[in-house]
């Protein structure tokens, strides 16, 4: 059994908390730290967490193998890196770092104290991305010719959060909402070699950019678009496009495809539609399982690596209008 500390005590520290305690065989978590403890404190009781001073504190115990992240984006770097100082395994909420020269510090820090990295990219492990996967994987879509995605929410309720500021959100939704997409694309089709952004205020009522989209090329042929809307409602949805068939996923539980032949299938799978944390906790299983084992964690350093890259190309070309070439990681 891994035992946890987090650091962020908010609405989704709360929720990392409450998708394994107390029902998880794999990770328990022990202590928390939070900037607000009296605000936490119910919380804490009833999670059976011990609160602690601070962050030194909480990385001090002996008895905590990971840290979880779960603060605002800007401080995420400087909270890893005390934690690999400290010795201890870094599981921290996207985007894992806001500069892909910070991400690669950060990792080479934890790398080189034998610590692993993970990163909250839950959509990973729903079903629906699971089974296109291994679509794509067996050949069942043939050639893959574009992928595109959305994902929107309606961010102008953090009116009065740390969200609300553009040094926290650049490019508007996307390391709230879009890096979750980009997650995805880099975990079924491979790195992204360039990309043209755009992003822009339309409707939010802070200095916060609502409106952001992309196309891209990646590196194995296909193309690809992204839009996250942050003054809209909910949406997740990619959609994929090869040779032999289309397939598309939404939300977290369900998927239709459509093959060439013309036979069409549409699956649901029950408990994973939002706001169920099946997918949360899957994530986190996973990762405390990699280091229990000392294998792999589930998402790589150079798929954490690539996607702030990604993050950096977008950031930029928004600014300019102009196509940036990405590097491998």
């Known amino acids: 059994m891994i035992t946890a500390g987090i650091l962020g005590l908010g609405r989704w520290g709360r929720l990392l908390v409450g998708s394994v305690q ?58 890893i890196l005390e934690a690999a100082e400290a010795g201890k ?33 839950n959509r990973r492990f ?8 291994r679509m794509l994987d067996e050949g069942e879509l043939g050639k893959v010719v574009h992928i595109e995605a959305n994902f929107s929410n309606n961010m102008s309720q953090y009116t009065k959060a740390w969200r609300n500021s553009a040094d926290e959100s ?12 980009v997650d995805t694309f880099i975990h079924l089709l491979g790195p992204i070699s360039n990309l043209t952004a755009s992003s822009r205020n339309i409707a939010m009522p802070f200095d ?3 409106s952001t989209t992309m ?8 193309t690809g678009y992204l839009g996250t809307f942050a003054s809209s409602t909910l949406m997740w949805r990619v959609r994929l496009f090869g040779t032999e068939g289309w397939a598309e996923l939404r939300d977290q539980d369900r998927m239709e495809t459509l093959l ?4 069409s299938d549409a699956r649901v799978w029950d408990g994973y539609a939002y706001p169920a944390l099946a997918t949360v906790a899957a994530g986190i299983e996973e990762f405390a399982k990699a280091v229990a084992d000392d294998r792999a964690a589930p998402i790589s350093p150079d798929h954490i690596q690539h996607g702030i890259d990604v993050l950096g190309a977008i950031i930029a ?13």
């Open 126 to 133: 729903a079903p629906n991305t699971i089974e296109l996967k």
């Open 22 to 79: 107390g029902k998880s065989d794999h990770i328990r978590f022990a202590a928390g730290a939070t900037r607000t403890p009296r605000k936490s404190r119910t919380f804490a009781k009833e999670s059976g967490l011990e609160l602690c001073a601070d962050y030194a504190e909480l990385l001090a115990r002996p008895d905590i193998d990971v840290v979880f992240i779960a603060t605002p984006h800007s401080q995420h770097f400087g909270q």
């Open 215 to 222: 196309l891209m090329n990646f590196a194995a042929g296909p």
């Open 260 to 263: 060439a032949g013309g036979k």
């Open 89 to 121: 395994h870094v599981f921290c909420e996207k985007p894992f770092t806001l500069d892909p020269g910070d991400t690669k510090a950060a990792l080479e820090a934890l790398g080189k104290a034998g610590l692993k990295a993970g990163v909250g990219f």
């Open 317 to 329: 070309s928004s600014r300019t209008n102009a196509m940036v070439s990405i590097k491998p990681a």
């Open 208 to 210: 916060v950019d609502d």
């Open 170 to 181: 650049p490019a508007g939704g996307m390391t709230s909402l879009g890096m979750h997409a």
